[in-house]
């Protein structure tokens, strides 16, 4: 069977939903890069839509990403799987600091 592979694209402020999965979905990559001149601390957080509760689950909390840098938080083969309502959030402490781009294959069975 094929994979639908889809990208997500967002310019991060606080708290940024870049994608809400809509099936069970594996997500492949993650880079999270900073575009202002100076350094800028960000959080990479998932929010489970099986809780009542609005838990954060953390990728990465707190890492500073220097001027002109980027972080891949998904090495090598490693992957992680999203189910149908989970949202993927990115925060930052400077407004509109932070493209992120998110590969994932959607529908995986």
């Given amino acids: 069977m094929a994979q639908d592979f889809e990208r997500h694209i967002a310019r991060a402020t606080n708290a940024a939903t870049l994608f809400t999965s809509n099936s069970d979905d594996a997500v492949i990559s993650i880079r999270i890069a900073n575009i202002t001149a100076g350094s800028v601390t960000a959080d990479c957080y998932i929010t489970l839509a099986s809780e009542s509760h609005a838990n954060n689950y953390y990728l990465i909390k707190g890492i500073t990403i220097p001027t002109g840098s980027s972080v891949e938080l998904i090495d090598g083969a490693s ?31």
Avoid: C, E, H, P
């Fill in 79 to 109: 992957r992680f799987v999203v189910q149908s309502g989970d949202a993927l959030k990115v925060a930052s402490n400077t407004s509109a600091a932070l493209d992120v781009w998110v590969s994932v294959v959607d529908a995986i069975s």
